[in-house]
T-cell receptor, first 116, second 115 residues
């Protein structure tokens, strides 16, 4: 069954450590996204990609970086984690135009990151 | 189970006129309610939310939404539409109880502002 996978589900890490949150999808979607979900539960777009070698920053400023070397893989990296990075991170993918609605979105189950 | 309904696939409004995008919801407990906008080739962008308190919530770009508990509605409004408001709008809901749950999105309403 096609799906989108995020690992790890939970991560507790010390300040200053480098971390990479993994996101992979098996649907062949061109577009992938990273959202940060704060305690108020709304989503804020931090990165998106239209395809291989394409990455753009989203609406919420983030110290993280992303890469898109393969269609199915969209990892997010924090070079030096800080307590302010503590949050829920959601990965998503969607079809190309023709299915622009949220129903075309598939969300991963999220990574809950705690930086101590 | 929680659900969201956006009864209109598309709303057309003339520039300068007030606009309303409708949303009704269903949850077991008290709701968190959200509106998002999606411009072409972009991800979802947060507009506003209702958690508790004043039923009229003000958000980005002059948008506001009114929470009506008796009608289980959370309609998005703007007093004067701009052509640049043309986009896809999504209502979303989450039950306030319990731990982390995925937010449930509506199917979206395409807003077309006519010059």
């Amino acid at each position: 069954e096609a799906d989108i996978y995020q690992t790890p589900r939970y991560l507790v890490i010390g300040t200053g450590k480098k971390i990479t949150l993994e996101c992979s999808q098996t649907m062949g979607h061109d577009k992938m996204y990273w959202y940060q979900q704060d305690p108020g539960m709304e989503l804020h777009l931090i990165h998106y990609s239209y395809g291989v070698n394409s990455t753009e920053k989203g609406d919420l400023s983030s110290e993280s970086t992303v890469s898109r070397i393969r269609t199915e893989h969209f990892p997010l990296t924090l070079e030096s984690a800080r307590p302010s990075h503590t949050s829920q991170y959601l990965c998503a993918s969607s079809d190309s135009p023709g299915h622009p609605g949220v129903l075309g979105y598939t969300f991963g189950s999220g990574t809950r990151l705690t930086v101590v | 189970a929680q659900s969201v309904a956006q009864p209109e696939d598309q709303v057309n409004v003339a520039e300068g006129n007030p606009l309303t995008v409708k949303c009704t919801y269903s949850v077991s407990g008290n709701p968190y309610l959200f509106w998002y906008v999606q411009y072409p080739n972009r991800g979802l962008q947060f507009l506003l939310k209702y958690i508790t308190g004043d039923n009229l919530v003000k958000g980005s770009y002059g948008f506001e939404a009114e929470f009506n508990k008796s009608q289980t509605s959370f309609h998005l409004k703007k007093p004067s539409a701009l052509v640049s408001d043309s986009a896809l709008y999504f209502c979303a809901v989450r039950d306030m109880r319990g731990g982390y749950q995925k937010v449930t999105f509506g199917t979206g309403t395409k807003l077309q502002v006519i010059p």
